[in-house]
């Protein structure tokens, strides 16, 4: 037989620890659970809804709708869709280049264009496009067989009010005695889970169990239970000699006194501000912007920083629902302040190209979901297909949001104390203002110079383009090139507006536009002749001798003057730069005419940034990004809320009928949700936007969704899967709970207890359910696959975030600093991955191979794939094998070891065995792995890697290390 290597042998001794994390799938293939299918589908539905019905409402629904079935498609019903028309289906799922749609409407064919009379703009062929290559998916329709589909929408909202079980008042039920659940389990099962002492959550699982003929696992050991624990709350690993003194801790409250230390370190907040930054869709960038535009968000750490701290503080996490929604509106002063920085929760989504429509839509999406576990911008469109959800109460919403504006000076969360860096920071960030500054003024007065020499070209437009000269658009256009569209509606508004435009020559301008065109030529004369002594009789003169046809003829005239005198005024100061007038009476009165203070050819600051062209508009963004980028990454700039305000007039929402703004329909009041009207009464707002109306309507301990909603985002948390299965999908597409007792039991339990956290964390970990062990029994399984009932503590891999800082602090070199601002945590930082740059155009592909969520997005599950991208990362990345080879220095002993021999050379190779696995694992090694390993780092011939740097790289490499039981 061939030999066996050390390498071989010392994996085959280690039965789950050293099991390399890219044999759990074969090459190239991405598994996925049950449950990551159907937070698919939900986003899938969610891009469906948002995205592609709109469009095929307003461009395909009238030709391929109920009323007219062109080419007999029909685009309004998935049925029909994937029927498709007289030549078959329309769509290859999946096949962009093969569907005959999105090549129909990218023009791609001669003989097949649609829309017919104009190509669709290419955002909106990006999106069908996107949705294709994603499967077209298209949700389950409502039938006519439902049988509310005789009910009127109000009796509709009525029947899964009093119907649906998360409509229903919260209502607390007390569990099983014990003495009931010794009856039904046996007192020896009753003892096992803890007897006397089980806790009301033991009480309702067991009771469970016991329905579904099953047993629970038995208590996990200690070590077990400590690496979970610090899992669980820090997302950090325990030491080897903290989990030797849990291990030697015999007090029967040793482990509720670590729980306590693990909720009052300030690791705890990071931890768990994790789990809502995917809620809260938190990036720091917003997402595609043209022209230059600067995509940072300078303040979105604030807003992450606040998180953690509220996560620390325990604050009451109702207060931390009001604050995320309407903290501009508590009247907060001095250090109070800081809780500005919650707004963020409104403000650090995407933004959508600046489309307010859908700024707000993502908005009312992430608070219906993340606070009440509803798809309520499903009903952008349409009334919801499956809840209560009219179209009215979208628009109520939107009404809320569209009340809001973000002010132009965001907020100080303090007063910034005075400190060298801080004055570095205003420095830098006054110089580069300067430079902006600075150039707009070289831009305005260029502009300036532009408009004054081209009048004739702006006079001339805007005399064709009124009615009685012109049979449709005019073009933007002058003998000298395109005009500036914000100069055109200067002079527009100017000469249409008398009292601002009283000059003679403006006057002598309307007298000749209000003659008709066809006797303009006869009567013009009259018009010269009766002219105010004011006007120049070098003007009129003009006229006269060119005797234009028409307005647009006059006004070349009166543009040519003014130009004249522009040149010659020029000409005048560069002989003389003291000159304050022209010597010529005439050629003073039509300078006035372009210097005067409200014409359009003089620009304020202000307006000089409105005029600027497409070119212009990108370098003046570059610049704004300088200083921007001060606040960015300047370590002295003081942090800034990104709040929301209330605009100083309230919008009055009214339905847009299929989600088309133009299509208007009837007005609707600013209120929280109808079938959530038992609430605040269904009463319309009355404060402003009704911002804080919203906030403390979702706050509302009478509110059925809230508290059930957060404690299952918790129990999700701690066991992997949540007692309701579709955390942010509480309707009735939502799976019901698998223990409702007990989720209303911690519901009212979690508002008793002041909406605390950290009390719902500790009552949850030191139930016997948390503390079982994650063995599988092959009879259980059969019985309960899904751990629906659990039975056992489900075994997990560990999210990226954790398993990177597990790296680092194993390897000792993990920055343990908490807040601040971001960092590209791919090119190899030290902080905690919670800190890593998440730039929405460009998500690094490390995170995204390991599942971090699209930032584009609430999202309330990751996926869970086994892809060879982690796998390859965690063999060959440089970041790994430093990790490795810091652990493997970590390991050396202070001095060499005495004597020599390979007695002492072995000796010394375990003692240097052990440290290692007390620094990775936090546990001492098995006499078996002990023997392969000192046969492992055993020099047998030259390598790339030091033996000791592999040896580390393959307990980083571990299921052991990348698990949790």
Excluded at 321 to 337: F, G, P
Aim: charged share 25%; with cysteine; glycine share 6%.
């Amino acid at each position: 037989m061939p030999a066996v290597s050390p390498r071989r042998r010392f994996l085959a001794a280690r039965p789950l620890a050293v099991v390399l994390l890219f044999v759990t799938a074969p090459f190239g293939v991405s598994t996925a659970t049950p449950q990551d299918k159907t937070a698919t589908s939900a986003e899938q539905e969610k891009y469906f809804e948002n995205e592609v019905r709109p469009l095929l409402v307003q461009h395909c629904v009238e030709c391929h709708g109920p009323d007219d079935q062109s080419g007999e498609l029909r685009l309004d019903r998935h049925d029909h869709f994937k029927r498709g028309g007289g030549s078959g289906p329309v769509v290859v799922p999946g096949d962009v280049n093969a569907s005959r749609l999105i090549r129909a409407i990218g023009y791609q064919d001669n003989d097949l264009q649609m829309p017919p009379d104009s190509k669709l703009p290419e955002e909106a062929i990006h999106v069908l496009s996107e949705w294709v290559r994603r499967g077209a998916y298209w949700p389950e329709e409502a039938t006519e067989t439902q049988p509310t589909v005789n009910l009127s929408p109000q009796e509709h909202l009525e029947a899964q009010r009093q119907s649906h079980w998360s409509y229903q008042p919260i209502s607390p039920t007390d569990p099983p005695t014990i003495a009931e659940l010794a009856t039904r389990v046996g007192q020896e099962q009753l003892d096992a889970f803890g007897g006397d002492g089980m806790t009301t959550i033991d009480r309702f699982v067991l009771a469970r169990l016991a329905e579904g003929g099953l047993a629970p696992n038995p208590r996990a050991d200690r070590r077990t239970l400590i690496h979970r624990a610090y899992h669980t709350l820090l997302g950090l690993p325990p030491t080897y000699e903290q989990v030797e003194a849990f291990v030697a801790d015999e007090q029967p409250d040793a482990f509720a006194r670590l729980v306590d230390r693990l909720l009052d370190n300030p690791h705890y907040g990071e931890r768990w501000a994790r789990h809502w930054l995917d809620i809260a869709r938190y990036g720091d960038t917003k997402g595609y912007l043209a022209g230059n535009m600067e995509t940072r968000y300078p303040y979105a750490f604030t807003y992450r920083d606040y998180v953690i701290d509220a996560f620390n503080s325990d604050k009451p996490f109702d207060q931390f629902v009001i604050e995320q929604l309407a903290a501009d509106q508590l009247n907060l002063a001095d250090d109070a302040r800081s809780a500005l920085a919650a707004m963020g929760f409104l403000t650090v989504g995407r933004r959508f190209m600046n489309r307010q429509h859908d700024i707000i839509d993502d908005q009312i999406d992430v608070v219906t979901r993340g606070f009440l576990g509803m798809s309520v911008a499903c009903a952008r469109c349409h009334d919801h297909k499956y809840d209560a959800i009219p179209t009215a109460d979208y628009y109520s919403l939107y009404g809320v949001f569209a009340s809001s504006e973000e002010p132009a000076m965001l907020p100080l969360l303090g007063d910034p104390e005075p400190s060298p860096q801080y004055d570095a920071f205003l420095k830098a960030k006054a110089e580069k203002q300067q430079e902006v500054d600075q150039w707009v003024e070289e831009r305005r007065q260029g502009i300036e110079n532009e408009l004054r020499s081209r009048v004739a070209d702006y006079l001339v437009y805007i005399a064709k383009s009124l009615p009685q000269y012109s049979k449709g658009k005019v073009q933007p256009q002058g003998k000298r090139g395109a005009l500036r569209l914000p100069a055109v509606r200067r002079w527009q508004d100017y000469l249409l507006k008398p009292s601002e435009s009283s000059l003679p020559v403006w006057e002598l301008l309307r007298q000749l536009a209000a003659l008709p065109p066809e006797t303009f030529a006869n009567e013009a004369a009259a018009v010269y002749q009766q002219a105010k002594p004011a006007v120049p009789e070098r003007l009129l003169k003009a006229l006269r001798e060119a005797q234009p046809k028409s307005l647009p003829d006059a006004a070349q005239v009166v543009g040519d003057q003014l130009e004249a005198v522009y040149g010659r005024w020029l000409e005048a100061r560069k002989k003389d730069e003291s000159l304050e007038q022209m010597p010529d009476a005439d050629d003073e009165t039509l300078r006035q005419v372009l210097w005067s203070a409200n014409a359009p050819t003089t620009l304020d600051t202000g307006q000089a940034i409105a005029h600027l062209d497409q070119a212009e508009r990108g370098k003046y963004n570059q610049l704004l990004n300088g200083v921007n980028g001060v606040s960015v990454t300047h370590p002295g700039a003081p942090g800034r809320g990104m709040v929301m305000v209330d605009k100083s007039n309230p919008v009055e929402p009214v339905i847009f009928r299929r989600g088309v703004p133009g299509n208007r329909g009837d007005r609707v009041p600013r209120r929280f949700l109808q079938v959530l009207s038992h609430v605040d009464g269904g009463k319309p707002f009355q404060h402003g936007s009704g911002r804080l109306e919203l906030a403390q309507a979702i706050a509302d301990p009478e509110n059925p969704l809230t508290a059930r909603v957060i404690v299952n985002r918790v129990w999700q948390h701690q066991f992997g899967e949540g007692l309701v299965r579709t955390p942010s999908d509480f309707g009735i597409r939502g799976e019901l709970p698998t223990h409702p007792e007990l989720l209303d039991h911690l519901a009212a339990e979690l508002i008793a207890d002041g909406w605390s956290i950290k009390r719902l964390q500790r009552r949850i970990m030191l139930s016997a359910t948390w503390q079982q062990s994650s063995h599988t029994r092959p009879d259980a399984i059969e019985t309960d696959p899904e751990n629906r009932l659990l039975w056992h503590m489900p075994r997990r891999r560990m999210e990226f975030e954790p398993l990177r800082d597990r790296l680092l602090a194993v390897a000792g070199r993990l920055d343990e600093s908490v807040g601040g601002r971001s960092v590209m945590i791919h090119q190899d930082a030290t902080r905690r991955a919670l800190y890593a740059y998440i730039d929405r155009e460009d998500l690094p592909g490390l995170l995204a191979s390991f599942d971090l969520p699209s930032p584009d997005a609430s999202q309330a599950k990751r996926a869970k794939t086994t892809v060879p991208q982690q796998a390859l990362y965690l063999m060959n990345s440089g970041f790994v094998i430093e990790q490795a080879k810091a652990l493997a220095a970590r390991s050396e002993p202070e001095s060499p070891p005495a004597g020599g021999g390979d007695d002492a050379s072995n000796k010394a190779a375990a003692e240097r065995i052990k440290q290692l696995y007390h620094l990775a694992l936090a546990r001492d090694p098995a006499p078996a792995e002990l023997d392969v390993a000192i046969e492992f780092v055993t020099p047998e011939s030259a390598a790339t890697l030091d033996p000791w740097v592999q040896l580390a790289q393959v307990l980083l490499l571990s299921n052991e290390f990348a698990f949790v039981d």
